[in-house]
């Protein structure tokens, strides 16, 4: 496989980013009134314009060289099919047939796995109609009407976002809650108001040993069987998702409690499975597949489309030309919905825990800038707060903008104010204001020249920032799968444009492993030798102060 930064395309890049140094945004609207026309593509549920990056005609060209030089086509394609294309855990990556809802079989090592997700799916469709519907019931024969989920990272953020984002869609039939936090403040405040004779834990984890979610699970079964003698109890209020049968049986809960995952699906890919539970019993399982197949367009869409007009795989370029080739190190994620205020968190594992690894897939030390730093928050909040430092620190932050033609919640002379906003914000970001014009508006105003003079320089915003806008017609389960489809895809690009494997994530393990080794010696007070002068001494002072 060729380093890709030998390259041609990547070369004719890294000169294009050379020489459009001084290029500006404003030069290039104004040159070419078809811009927007040019570099926007409309999908069933979304807009996506582009425009506002700093690319010309060669720049895409050449983005869609370096596409073609890495093979995205052929990679689309081993994905699709099954190939093991996590080669450092030798496992397919198939969170898209989760969403294909087709009878076609789809062998892996001698499976048919559409049988396994159509199975689970049945199966998720007569759990949650019976718990929605009353009849499933609990220990003192009282209906569910809470719902706790026990999970963390891509078995909590995936289901915990979607339930956040769509709210509005909900009969509010259940109340679902959410614990992923190892600190018992978390479990013990979701617990406080519930009834145990009503509630249902799901507990979601592919391993089943992660020692947050065991820890959590652990205390939410000792809450419930204090409150009940009936020996049945568990098997009335807990539920797993996940891949290891074994543990979650010695765990107590019975066989039928268990709802399938698979090696083949990633965490952070997973909401699409049964650890989208919580997600079909707070919406109702017709919503649940609304949201598959919102993914499932997108996936139509990123598999047929030509590279030219294919969403994630521009959306990914741009994220390549942005931070590798024009420096960028972090990029935001600005939703102006307020139900997409867990978008961001969602993101940073989707496209951190994916990309942001510095070995290429011959297991060299990868030279060239990878995935930029991941954050963001709601558009509005952002605008008081950081947006400052979007416009004129010296840093350039790529940002996506996300909002929709349509609120869900309309409430009279809000939506025009806040994407009042959202236009507004895009626009100053890549047009700025340059001096003359700061002076040209203080005049006019009527500002004495002393204090022009002292001002004008720091009212200077000078633009050039990068940006895409997502508009959605409105919020749904099916615009949400296909906004979530679309970055996914975007991150899988990316990995084969920077030669990353996205799908393993090795470097969550070391932590793991030493907090394990540091949890025993916090239980029997003994501090190994081991440890730097550092971690030693802190320990040493939790230690003594805790006495
Ligand atoms: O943070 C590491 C990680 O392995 C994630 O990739 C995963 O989503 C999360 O932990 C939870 O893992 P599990 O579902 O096995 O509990």
Redesign the pocket.
């Known amino acids: 496989m060729k380093n890709r930064a030998l390259l041609s395309s990547w070369q004719k890049l890294k000169n294009l980013a050379e020489q459009n140094k001084n290029v500006h945004m404003n030069d290039l609207f104004a040159i070419d009134k078809q811009r927007f026309e040019k570099l926007s593509i409309e999908l069933p549920s979304l807009l996506l314009d582009y425009s506002k990056n700093l690319i010309t005609d060669e720049t895409m060209a050449s983005l869609m060289s370096l596409a073609r030089e890495c093979e995205v086509e052929g990679w689309r394609e081993k994905m699709f099919s099954g190939n093991k294309i996590n080669f450092t855990e030798n496992r397919a990556v198939l969170h898209t047939a989760l969403r294909s809802r087709t009878s076609k079989p789809l062998n892996l090592d001698g499976v048919n796995i559409t049988d396994d997700i159509n199975n689970s799916l049945s199966k998720m469709k007569i759990f949650t109609d019976k718990v929605r519907q009353g009849q499933w019931l609990g220990f003192s024969g009282k209906r569910i009407t809470d719902i706790v989920s026990i ?7 995936g289901p915990q976002m979607v339930t956040e984002a769509l709210h509005q869609y909900s009969d509010h039939c259940l109340n679902v809650h959410y614990v992923s936090n190892v600190d018992g403040t978390q479990i013990a405040d979701t617990l406080r108001p519930l009834n145990p004779e009503k509630v249902l834990f799901i507990i ?7 020692s947050e ?1 065991m820890t959590n699970a652990k205390t939410a079964l000792k809450w419930l069987t204090s409150a009940s003698f009936d020996d049945t109890a568990v098997e009335k209020h807990f539920i797993a998702v ?1 891949a290891n049968k074994e543990n979650v049986i010695n765990f107590g809960i019975k066989a039928e409690n268990i709802f399938d ?1 698979w090696d083949w699906v ?3 890919f ?1 909401l699409w499975s049964a ?1 989208g539970l919580p997600i079909a019993l707070y919406l109702g399982f017709e919503k649940f597949l609304e949201l598959l197949d919102g993914a499932n367009e997108i996936d139509q869409h990123f598999c047929n489309a030509p590279l030219e007009e294919n969403a994630p795989v521009i959306l990914a370029l741009l994220s390549v030309w942005n931070c590798t080739f024009l420096g960028a190190q972090s990029q935001a994620l600005l939703p102006y919905d307020q139900p997409l205020h867990m978008l961001s968190a969602y993101m940073q ?1 989707a496209e951190m ?1 994916s990309n942001g690894k510095s070995v290429s897939w011959e297991g060299d030390s990868i030279e060239y800038p990878t995935v930029p730093t991941i954050w963001g928050e709601i558009g509005i909040n952002g605008q008081h707060a950081f947006y400052q430092y979007l416009h004129q620190s010296n840093n350039i932050v790529p940002a996506d903008f996300i909002g929709s033609v349509e609120s869900v919640t309309p409430v009279q002379g809000h939506h025009e104010t806040l994407m009042a906003n959202f236009f507004a914000q895009t626009q100053a970001l890549m047009a700025g204001v340059d001096e003359e014009q700061v002076r040209i508006d203080l005049k006019a105003k009527g500002y004495t020249q002393e204090y022009i003079d002292k001002v004008a320089s720091h009212k200077v915003h000078k633009g050039n920032r990068p940006t895409n806008t997502i508009l959605m017609e409105r919020i749904s389960p099916k615009s949400i799968g296909s906004l979530i489809a679309l970055y996914e895809h975007k991150i899988f690009v990316q990995g084969i444009i920077l030669q990353i494997c996205s799908f393993d ?1 090795w470097g ?1 393990e070391l932590g ?1 492993g030493l907090a394990n080794s540091i949890q025993q010696e916090l239980l029997t007070g003994q501090v190994s030798h081991k440890h730097d002068s550092s971690t030693k001494s802190l320990l040493k002072y939790y230690m003594n102060k805790k006495k």
Not at 151 to 157: E, I, Q
């Open positions: 999970g963390v990272g891509g078995s909590n953020l979601s984890s592919k391993t089943f040993t992660t979610t996940s995952m990633g965490g952070r997973s650890i594992q825990e994530q969550v793991k």
